[in-house]
């Protein structure tokens, strides 16, 4: 069998991956039940939490959007393949071969491009500064003193699992149309791609008037976001302005 079911019984073939078979709740929801180092550290620690806090130093050095969304799906690759100690890893090349096209396909799907080779390095700079948090925190040993580097807080404490696949899901999202709606504004600006500025609209449209906006609008009142996030998407005329000023033109 070349394909592994999915928890939304998806048929995925990870050495074939087909970007419309990617689901961000099969990611969320396997990466919050596999543990960081192997299981070696303390107390379980997910991969979606270490790749949450990465989002989360990723917002707090200012870095573009997309590196922010870059860095929590930068481990996604693991809920199809799996992971290998480093350690191994690097001894396994086809391996290797499948993790990084796999990887390239989600973040091509969820960021709609390509991403840099210079936005490739803050994001394995912040996930390497993580990792040495987490041993600094959960092992017995520290593997570097990389974690002086971060600049904000990466307490890897026990969550329950479902609260973290909630928090991912969530702030995929809240990310994916904070990104569409500064697409739309800017080709709205321009005057370009009228098709595409219709179908962001609509995108937007859709968000605005669903549970999902209320929801994260409500956790965003409550102060359960980062500080630093840009959320223009969550204001209450965000979108709304948007939309008005579109259907002015």
Partial sequence: MSYITTVTGKHFYPLNPNQQDIDIEDIAHALSLICRANGHFKHFYSVAQHSIACAGEAIERGYSLEVILGCLLHDASEAYLCDVTRPVKKHIPAYLQAEERLQGVIWEHFIGRELTNAERRKIFEIDDHILSMEFHLLMPEDLNEDYRKLQGACLCEFKDTQEVKAQFIRLQRILHYEIAMQKAEQLLRAGNDPERLQS???????????????????????GLLPEKLKRGVLSEDGIYNLLEEYNMN
């Avoid at 669903?210 to 409500?218: A, I, V």
């Fill in 200 to 222: 962001l609209i609509k995108e937007l449209e859709s968000y605005y008037a669903s549970d999902e906006w209320k929801q994260d609008f409500e956790v965003d009142s409550a």
